[in-house]
Every structure is written in structure tokens, then in C-alpha cells.
């Protein structure tokens, strides 16, 4: 499968964020040539030197295949110096990993024009490149967000799509346009839409995880600040949710599973003639707040204080994936267990407690 990989690149667009980290570990282990983009809003570039660390300690050698570029995807000028220089040294780019994006829901409500500049001028321009270097193959970012609120407690791809944020709005309109793109010329795009569910934990080395410096947009960088005592209590909105604790249930996936899964659908893309598909990324497993916070303390033997507050507005008591699709399309198998993410995921950021 990975014999040819040497011959072409693959981009990596948001590339020093908590995914693109461990996708730019997983896709050099495996041979490819490798360039991340990123504009560090929300990431530094330490993050490559991480990364080398980990192939190096696990003896993989990566020679010339990694480039790891500071810009951003709203310029255009950048895109096309990256894309003409591959080409001239006769390694293309043959496809685009696009996980570059803003995305906190909370911020997308204050600032909902930053969001659309970003996320979907940034996205038409890398469409818009791609098509002028006839690089017709995508893996998208995309998130179970665009959901919304469903009534549905199992969800699969074919779930109403209705986001009820900015954020998701930016995610939905990119399938869109994806989806427009593809039905203009069936023949030549092949675009896979991957809708994450809840991803967390981090390589189990403990030498890449995610930066939790800031105020965090989920439940579990919120539990590991509690834990480094960077916080003195953890928040759990709602008692009384219709659940068998009374607590939100989500589905928690672990970040390697979650890489492999874009390797799969990138190789099945490679491997297939033109087509789109969407994708749900989950276990199928749900977990409660209070159920994630008793397994965090017991695997990792420390306590996590918190308190109830009221619920939040937006917020839906289960939200848990059907992956029935993902598994046999790509034959893909997540392997990790929710005691596996908490054990990597404090082993991440104890060894971190400032990020990288």
C-alpha cells in the first residue's frame, strides 16, 4: 500500500494542532512525505521538534520528508509556492489533509466573522489551489457538530444536518461546497468528509498531546487542569439530563484511533475511482461526565473536585456515533478504550503541564 508513497507529498493544513500533530507523526512512520501548515493561532512550532523526537525514540528514520511551514490558509500566494515547489522537485502534492480551522463553538457566537473568514474563505482557497495543481484528492476535517440537535441518541451520516452554532455552520458549509465541487466533475475529485465525535487522550509515549493552556472547549482538557491544579473545580452542566447519572453522554475516541482513521481514508481514497463520502469517526460508545471523571481517577489514581451547575444552552443529553459506516468502508476498528485515553491523556499532560 505505502510503496509508492515516496514519489508525492501530502499536506497537512492546520498540521501543529492537537490532530494534525499526531497525523503528521502517523503519516511519516508510515513513509509518506510530509508538509504541515500552520498558522500557530492555536499551536507553536515546538510541536515539530515533538514530533522528530517520537520517530527518532521509535527509530524511524525521516530523512528529508517533513516540512513544517508557518502561514496561514488565507494566503493564497503562500498556497501556490508550497504546491509550484513540490512540482519542481518532483514530489507533488497528491493530496490535502484539511484540519486547519477555528474551533470553539463559545468564541463562534462572539465573533462569528472570523469564523466564516477562516474557515470557509481558508477552504476555498486551498479548493481553489488544489484545482489549479489538478490535486483532486481531500480528507476533510469535519465535525459531528454539524448534527446539532438531534433527537437521534445513535447517530449516523444520514441524521438531519442542522448546526446550532457558528462554528458548525463553517463546518456544514464546507461539506457544501466539498459536495458541490464533486457534483460539478464527478470524475476527477475524491473527497472524504470525516465527522470527529469527541477525540482526546494523546500518543501513548506521552511525547504529543494537546495544548491545554488556554480555556478549553471540552470536558477533558478541562479535567487535566484540574488535575495540574490549574483549576480548582470542574464544572458538570446538568443533573438531570435523561441519562442513567443524570449526566451529558458523548462518545470519547482516542486521538491515534482517530489518526489512523484518516490514514485508512486517505490510502481508500488513493485507491478508488472518484467518489465523496461521509464519514462518522466514534467508538459507538457513549460515556457520561461522571463516568469519565470516576474512570480519569481511578486510572491515573488522583481526584478531580467538581460541582453541578446548570445546564448549558445547546448542550443535548447523548450524543454518540453510529460507526457501522466508517468500519466497513475503510475497515477500521477504533482499539482504544476510555481508560486507555485517560491513562495517555494525563500521562501527556503531566509530563506537559505547560504544553509544549
Given at each position: 500500500?505505502?510503496?509508492?508513497?515516496?514519489?508525492?507529498?501530502?499536506?497537512?493544513?492546520?498540521?501543529?494542532?492537537?490532530?494534525?500533530?499526531?497525523?503528521?507523526?502517523?503519516?511519516?512512520?508510515?513513509?509518506?512525505?510530509?508538509?504541515?501548515?500552520?498558522?500557530?493561532v492555536?499551536?507553536?512550532?515546538?510541536?515539530s521538534?515533538?514530533?522528530?523526537?517520537?520517530?527518532?525514540y521509535?527509530?524511524?528514520?525521516?530523512?528529508?520528508?517533513?516540512?513544517?511551514?508557518?502561514?496561514?490558509?488565507?494566503d493564497?500566494?503562500?498556497?501556490?509556492?508550497?504546491?509550484?515547489?513540490?512540482?519542481?522537485?518532483?514530489?507533488?502534492?497528491?493530496g490535502?489533509?484539511?484540519?486547519?480551522?477555528?474551533?470553539?463553538?463559545?468564541?463562534?457566537?462572539?465573533?462569528?466573522?472570523?469564523y466564516?473568514?477562516?474557515?470557509?474563505?481558508?477552504s476555498?482557497?486551498?479548493?481553489?489551489?488544489m484545482?489549479?495543481?489538478?490535486?483532486?484528492?481531500i480528507?476533510?476535517?469535519?465535525?459531528?457538530?454539524?448534527?446539532?440537535?438531534?433527537?437521534n441518541k445513535?447517530?449516523?451520516?444520514?441524521?438531519?444536518?442542522?448546526?446550532?452554532?457558528?462554528?458548525?455552520?463553517?463546518?456544514?458549509?464546507?461539506?457544501?461546497?466539498?459536495?458541490?465541487?464533486?457534483?460539478?466533475?464527478?470524475?476527477?475529485?475524491?473527497?472524504?468528509?470525516?465527522?470527529?465525535?469527541?477525540?482526546?487522550g494523546?500518543?501513548?509515549?506521552?511525547m504529543?498531546?494537546?495544548?491545554?493552556?488556554?480555556t478549553?472547549?471540552?470536558?477533558?482538557?478541562?479535567i487535566?487542569?484540574v488535575a495540574?491544579?490549574k483549576?480548582n473545580?470542574?464544572?458538570?452542566?446538568?443533573?438531570?439530563?435523561?441519562?442513567?447519572?443524570?449526566?451529558?453522554?458523548?462518545?470519547?475516541i482516542?486521538?491515534?484511533?482517530?489518526?489512523?482513521?484518516h490514514?485508512?481514508?486517505?490510502m481508500n481514497?488513493?485507491?478508488?475511482p472518484?467518489?465523496?463520502i461521509?464519514?462518522?469517526?466514534?467508538?459507538?460508545?457513549?460515556?457520561?461526565?461522571?463516568?469519565?471523571?470516576?474512570?480519569?481517577?481511578?486510572?491515573?489514581?488522583?481526584?478531580?473536585?467538581?460541582?453541578?451547575?446548570?445546564?448549558?444552552?445547546?448542550?443535548?443529553?447523548?450524543?454518540?456515533?453510529?460507526?457501522?459506516?466508517?468500519?466497513k468502508?475503510l475497515?477500521?476498528?477504533?482499539?482504544?478504550?476510555?481508560?486507555?485515553?485517560?491513562r495517555?491523556?494525563?500521562?501527556?499532560?503531566?509530563?506537559?503541564?505547560?504544553?509544549?
Amino acid at each position: 500500500l505505502y510503496m509508492v508513497c515516496d514519489q508525492y507529498s501530502i499536506l497537512i493544513t492546520g498540521g501543529a494542532g492537537f490532530v494534525g500533530s499526531h497525523l503528521c507523526y502517523l503519516f511519516l512512520k508510515k513513509g509518506f512525505n510530509i508538509i504541515s501548515l500552520d498558522s500557530f493561532v492555536n499551536s507553536t512550532y515546538e510541536v515539530s521538534n515533538n514530533i522528530r523526537n517520537l520517530l527518532k525514540y521509535e527509530k524511524v528514520n525521516i530523512q528529508n520528508s517533513f516540512k513544517f511551514i508557518k502561514g496561514d490558509i488565507k494566503d493564497t500566494i503562500l498556497l501556490r509556492k508550497i504546491f509550484k515547489e513540490q512540482l519542481d522537485i518532483n514530489k507533488p502534492i497528491k493530496g490535502v489533509i484539511h484540519l486547519a480551522g477555528l474551533k470553539s463553538a463559545n468564541e463562534s457566537f462572539k465573533n462569528p466573522l472570523k469564523y466564516w473568514s477562516n474557515n470557509v474563505c481558508g477552504s476555498i482557497n486551498i479548493f481553489k489551489v488544489m484545482e489549479e495543481f489538478n490535486c483532486k484528492i481531500i480528507v476533510f476535517s469535519s465535525s459531528a457538530t454539524i448534527y446539532g440537535l438531534t433527537e437521534n441518541k445513535i447517530i449516523n451520516e444520514k441524521t438531519k444536518i442542522k448546526p446550532i452554532n457558528p462554528y458548525g455552520n463553517t463546518k456544514s458549509t464546507i461539506e457544501t461546497i466539498l459536495n458541490d465541487i464533486y457534483f460539478n466533475s464527478p470524475n476527477s475529485w475524491k473527497i472524504a468528509n470525516l465527522r470527529y465525535f469527541n477525540p482526546i487522550g494523546a500518543h501513548p509515549t506521552g511525547m504529543l498531546g494537546e495544548n491545554i493552556n488556554d480555556t478549553p472547549n471540552n470536558l477533558f482538557p478541562y479535567i487535566l487542569q484540574v488535575a495540574l491544579k490549574k483549576r480548582n473545580c470542574l464544572n458538570v452542566y446538568g443533573n438531570d439530563w435523561p441519562t442513567k447519572d443524570g449526566t451529558g453522554i458523548r462518545d470519547y475516541i482516542h486521538i491515534m484511533d482517530l489518526a489512523k482513521s484518516h490514514l485508512l481514508s486517505f490510502m481508500n481514497l488513493l485507491n478508488s475511482p472518484p467518489k465523496i463520502i461521509n464519514l462518522n469517526i466514534g467508538t459507538g460508545k457513549g460515556t457520561s461526565v461522571l463516568e469519565l471523571i470516576r474512570v480519569f481517577e481511578e486510572v491515573n489514581q488522583c481526584e478531580i473536585p467538581w460541582e453541578f451547575k446548570s445546564r448549558r444552552i445547546g448542550d443535548v443529553p447523548i450524543c454518540v456515533a453510529d460507526n457501522s459506516l466508517c468500519k466497513k468502508v475503510l475497515d477500521w476498528v477504533p482499539k482504544k478504550d476510555i481508560k486507555t485515553m485517560c491513562r495517555d491523556g494525563w500521562k501527556w499532560a503531566s509530563s506537559h503541564p505547560n504544553g509544549f
